[in-house]
């Protein structure tokens, strides 16, 4: 069964980074094109980025409130994705989930605080 | 970027009775495959979104027939035949068509 596993998340101040990890088990990962969504409190659902397979060209996209902030990688030898977060804003307050592709699989999420 | 917009915001519904959620896109959810990549999502209180329906009308596994999508275009819809207790909770569609990928504001669905 495919299965995703956040973590990372935490309280940090504004203008701090934080560094998102997801794990990832029960398919294969290199195939697998992988994303970001956050989801503020009370709040609908915002995608953040994704990441290709190396297969595909392994290319990253964000959204535009992250775009030049945050950066999306993949260690395929370790079926790990990672979402690093430079500059937080008080704005990305969020629950963070990593999702497969076109969001079949979720994990848990991981609440990330920006807060003075 | 593609606006989704479902309606409506919020349904109340009686236990055993169906429900409908529609959402409309602000452009043709086609894509050059020839696929229309629109998915439903649903988000019990508490726990992460799980995916109901991709492309328009396919169930993923485990997902109750009571649930079905339909549509073409720019106007899709999610219904479910008889509406149980577990199905409260907020229901997205999300289209993946074009990058960004968006999602409508949500349908929370809840018993009278």
């Known amino acids: 069964e495919a299965q995703l596993v956040e973590s990372g998340g935490g309280l940090v101040r504004p203008g701090g980074s934080l560094r998102l990890s997801c794990a990832a088990s029960?398919?294969?990962?290199?195939?697998?094109?992988m994303s970001w969504v956050r989801q503020a409190p009370g709040k609908g659902l915002e995608w953040v980025g994704r990441i290709k397979s190396k297969t595909d060209g392994g290319a990253t996209d964000y959204t535009a409130p992250v775009k030049g902030r945050f950066t999306i990688s993949r260690d395929d030898s370790k079926n790990a994705l990672y979402l690093q977060m430079n500059s937080l804003k008080i704005e990305d307050t969020a629950v963070y989930y990593c999702?497969?592709?076109?969001?079949?699989?979720w994990g848990q999420g991981t609440l990330v605080t920006v807060s003075s | 970027d593609v606006v989704m917009t479902q309606s409506p915001v919020s349904l109340p519904v009686t236990l055993g009775q169906p429900a409908s959620i529609s959402c409309r896109s602000s452009?043709?959810?086609?894509?050059?495959?020839?696929?229309?990549?629109l998915n439903w999502f649903q988000q019990r209180p508490g726990q992460s979104p799980r995916r109901l329906i991709y492309k328009v009308s396919n169930r993923d596994s485990g997902v109750p027939d009571r649930f079905s999508g339909s549509g073409s275009g720019t106007d899709f819809t999610l219904k479910i035949s008889r509406v149980e207790a577990e199905d409260v909770g907020v229901y997205y569609c999300?289209?993946?068509?074009?990058?960004?990928?968006?999602f409508g504001q949500g349908t929370k669905v809840e018993i009278k």
């Open positions: 452009q043709s959810l086609v894509y050059s495959d020839g696929n229309t990549y």
């Open positions: 999702a497969t592709g076109l969001a079949g699989v």
């Open positions: 029960g398919f294969t990962f290199s195939d697998a094109w």
């Open positions: 999300m289209q993946g068509t074009h990058w960004p990928q968006t």
